[in-house]
């Protein structure tokens, strides 16, 4: 079998509200798969599922062709995972948590090697293993997380929102390191909540809301469905001028600057225009998912905001 | 002053609940120790009895404090003001020790005892509480977290405890045989400074002027420091801890004891210090050669079977303690597991290789090793101090019996709270120290207060065995362990199928 996580139509319900309803999700070996989705629409709860830390209440879930809950030892042997908000155990330091971790993975056999990689991780997300786990950020928290994850090999990575305490350089450190297991044949899914996170990784994504896939495909196949906002000051500017700009929707001149938008699959044609308009104070907003839903779904974010 | 205004007004909300049973609590607490010494203790003889026997046994003075002569007010100002002034200092907040002050006092009164005494009382055990809020706000000036900063307070309201019990231990006579006058030390210590208004004798307010100044001060040092200090970082640096864990730190047990052995170690203590005064009293109700007859009486009340010696008797009673302290550190094990799970760290060994039972299983077998550490504890300490107090041999082997015979009734704490864990994880921590207390109050003060036989029956402290004499009734012992193995086998087979409780 080819696909790494297959859910067929899970059901997850928590008394009255239903997290998953009726999830469909593959993800083929060796993907960078983006699990997209706003806040609460049960990105946490799928992976919950995936990992057999909860279990469904209908529909079905393989890992590897096994099943989550009941094959959870051998499956964990074979995966690493960051979770969505990291707790540490408040009197154990964050090089004590990411040694416990990476044993009870299996990872430390070659005790030089696991020193080296730890070594190299620590160095790389600048962190500092010798303080106790109660006193770090969570950003430092998200750091022990991330180190504890890639100082052991696993084929499957399921990383929920691991950025999101993290500042950009960091991030830039996390890509590299995703890069790197995904060069040695891994497979990852990616949860986050912001689209332009996911695109710079992820050869596909797949976009929940409300406990349902909604999309899923190559980002490129997806590229159709964003628009990109697009504005700049508006110094003497006419209408005519602007009515030249290719691609561009819901043009308006406010405050002083123009904006509009333009599918995000345009956006090349619309540049060099812009250029010879010779336009000062330019931004581009790439799209949120907010916005996305919005447009394509006649509503924003689903209902929540919890984790 | 306005903000200062609604901190106070949200805090006192948050906490409210809280501090209303504390409050309740300490004043049941006066009202019960007023009746039942009224009621256990009720001649002046007998309690110029019990007085003289403590003035002989420092240990007595230690733990207590001074007596000040027999009348029933002063006897029950000795039996109690140093539990409740530690109770005191577990509350935070100046209104919150007003309102411990007026529930000592209204308990004592409605426990019939002497209405200006029983002020005295309430203001003394205010007055320690407020020295010690204090002590707590500058402790958290040199702390970095609230963890060290309760760490250090607490370890200073034992050090203010054990000052006084020096001092009271090395008090002279006084004017009368049953009256004392403590030793310098004990004006070292807060506690000592409350204990020495000599409530219902004297009324002496004098000396909580020096509480109150105490408390003063730390104020004052504690707006000084402020000035100085840059909020989120304190006057001591935070140590440096392992960059890597030691080699031993490789499953889900290790990091089990790893995170329980301070605890534990704690417990055993407690089970020590319980067990060194079990040997030490015991001898000298023997060499008093056991007239006390009220005192037996009400031992025995705590302890079923007639056939003891009176050495025996003690023991078998003081275990009664060590079992509580055994149960509670089987159910604070249990309890663990549901922090775990709550904190979320459970998740991250459960997404190792670590299967949820066995998980489950190494906080049991940690329980377990836990209580057996606590007996041991305390039967070497009360076989030590036995022998050294010139007690028989027989105390070693008495000591041990009593000690083994607490396993059961420990046990079953451990299996039901685990059965909680997995059937109503959100109960664990509420519903585990209510059972906890209520087997307390059901088989071990049951009998003191008269409750039905059939309510004592509920508390597996009622039927853990009391291996002195001839009849020994062991099958109480035996059914707790048969159910305890039971209710452990359906818990471990439930978790197969238990999903994680974050919430
Ligand atoms: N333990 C729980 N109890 C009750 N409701 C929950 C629980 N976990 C998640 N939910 C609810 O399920 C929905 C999905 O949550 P989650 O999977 O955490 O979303 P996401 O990770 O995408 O933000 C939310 O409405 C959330 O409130
Ligand atoms: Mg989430």
Redesign the interface.
Known sequence: MNDVIETRGLVKRFGTVTALDGLDLVVAAGQIHGFLGPNGAGKSTTIRILLGLARGDAGTATVFGAHPWTDAVALHRRIAYVPGDVSLWPNLTGGEAIDLVSRLRGGTADKPGYAARKARLMEAFELDPAKKGRTYSKGNRQKVALVAAFATEAQLYILDEPTSGLDPLMGAVFEQEIGRVAAAGATVLLSSHILSEVEQLCGKVSIIRAGQCVETGTLDSLRHLTRTEVSFAADGLGPAQLAAIPAAHDVSVSGGRVRFTADSDQLNAVLPVLATLNVAGLTINPPSLEELFLRHYGDGAAPGGAS | MNTVGILLRQRLRRDRWQLAAWVLGVGLLALFAAAAIAQTFGNDADRAQILALAIATPAILMLRGLPEGSPVGAFTYFSVFAFLALLATLIHGAIANILMALAVTVGFIIGKLDAGGSLCAGVAVGAVGLSFLGVGLVAAQFM??S?GANGTAAALVVAAYIVRGIGDAASTAGSDPLHRVAGWPSWLSPIGWGQQTGAFVRNNYAPLAINVSFAAACAAAVFALQARRDTGASMLP?R??????RAS????LA?GW??QWPSIAGWSAAGAATGLLAGSLANILQAAGGGNTSLLNAVRSIVPGTTQTPTQLIIAAMFSVVGVLAAACATQAVIRLRQEEV???A??????????VRWFADYLVLGLVAVVLVLLAAGVASAASGLAAGAGGTVVGDSFAAAAAQLPAALVYLAVVSLLFVLVPEATVAAGWGLLVLGMILGIYGGMVGLPQWARNISPFQHTPVPFGVNTQWAGGIWMLVIAAVVVAAATLLMGRR??HSG
């Open positions: 970095r977290t963890r935070v440096a801890g392992r960059a890597d864990a730190l490789r499953t889900s990091l790893r995170l904190r979320g760290t998740e991250a060994v459960l997404a190792a290789p670590v299967h949820r999903p994680l």
